[in-house]
């Protein structure tokens, strides 16, 4: 009886070594082929063309390129949908990961679990939003914009990258707290939005830093922006704090895998990711956009999404914008 029990303790132990072995060569092995990153927004957009510096960056620390996919849709939330039901868990699909996907399943039914579906690996960034409209326009302030909105009920169009996007609930919260009457155009990402307020078919856009170029080359005007401070490359424009409204919207934003990544993969993908981040080539890129290093490890970050996801909630509830929310 000693002998089989020493001998079945025997067979555990050598298994679970065994395992080990396994997990540490095939960490060890990764990655033996280039690493697909989901962008969920079109190419050309802010979010693109930082996210494709950055893995640019990061495939020499990784060992491997990173290759770009947009799949744009859902405010940024199609793309990872996407990976979480077809990608296999092997580190060789990965995706931006917006605050969309925590604010949208309070607000309607969707086809996965934001705290169920998802490897969480790193918190990378966040953004400058703010509000444009064409330089030829008579709004010359916030004010000045305000002011024809209130005059105007339901007359002035403004566009976003989605609807529930940070830029959508940022002008549903303005509105709230103002009682503006305007309406929201939702667009799959920031270049389309750009394009059709260029083309006088909406009067403004709500968006991160892809109208950057418009208001360097002078077709557009900066009216205000989102953050906690004045921003470094627009400190002459006010925030919505300094506005009255008491609001920020910055949305920090990060990288997840499909769920039942090898955690020795999840650690590669971070420290790369990492490095990439800290390198000073991409910090002029961040610089460029007004972005800031908002750096999670894999604990911080998959703690940020459990607290992001409840306080989504309580914000949809009292914005009142959920409607048959749940996940399929």
């Given at each position: 009886m000693m002998k089989n029990w020493k001998e079945a303790i025997t067979l555990v132990v050598m298994t679970l070594i065994g395992s080990m072995l396994t997990w540490n060569v095939l960490a060890g092995e990764y990655p033996e082929r280039p690493v697909t990153l989901i962008v969920p927004w079109?190419?050309?957009?802010?979010?693109?063309?930082?996210?494709?510096?950055?893995?640019?960056?990061?495939?020499?620390?990784l060992g491997q390129t990173i290759v770009i996919d947009n799949k744009p849709g859902a405010a940024g939330t199609l793309g990872p949908a996407v990976m979480s039901k077809t990608a296999k868990p092997d580190g060789y699909t990965i995706s931006q990961i917006a605050i969309t996907l925590f604010r949208l399943p309070h607000m309607q039914v969707v086809n996965y679990d934001a705290l169920k579906d998802f490897d969480y690996i790193i918190?990378?960034?966040?953004?400058?939003?703010?509000?444009?409209?064409?330089?030829?326009?008579?709004w010359k302030t916030w004010q000045d914009f305000a002011t024809h909105v209130k005059a105007n009920p339901g007359k002035v169009a403004y566009g976003s990258v989605g609807t529930g996007s940070s830029q959508h609930i940022a002008m549903q919260s303005i509105g709230d707290k103002a009682g503006f009457e305007w309406t929201h155009v939702p667009f799959k990402g920031s270049s389309d939005a750009l394009i059709s307020l260029l083309g006088g078919h909406i009067d403004a856009v709500a968006d991160s830093t892809?109208?950057?170029?418009?208001?360097?080359?002078?077709?557009?005007?900066?009216?205000?922006?989102?953050?906690?401070?004045?921003?470094?490359?627009?400190?002459?424009?006010?925030?919505?704090?300094?506005?009255?409204?008491?609001?920020?919207?910055?949305?920090?934003?990060?990288?997840?895998?499909?769920?039942?990544?090898?955690?020795?993969?999840?650690?590669?993908?971070?420290d790369a990711f990492k490095q990439g981040l800290k390198d000073p080539a991409f910090g002029k890129t961040l610089e460029k956009f007004d972005q800031t290093d908002r750096y999670m490890d894999t604990k911080a970050y998959g703690s940020y999404v459990k607290e992001t996801y409840t306080q989504e909630g309580v914000m949809i509830k009292k914005l009142g914008l959920a409607q048959g929310a749940g996940s399929k």
């Open positions: 079109p190419a050309g957009g802010a979010t693109d063309v930082v996210l494709r510096d950055l893995a640019q960056i990061t495939s020499k620390y918190g990378l960034s966040g953004y400058t939003f703010g509000v444009v409209v064409r330089a030829d326009s008579p892809g109208w950057a170029p418009h208001i360097e080359s002078g077709k557009m005007r900066l009216l205000a922006t989102f953050g906690a401070q004045r921003t470094k490359n627009w400190s002459s424009v006010p925030n919505l704090t300094e506005l009255g409204y008491g609001l920020v919207f910055d949305s920090p934003y990060g990288l997840a895998g499909p769920k039942g990544m090898d955690p020795a993969i999840v650690k590669k993908l971070h």
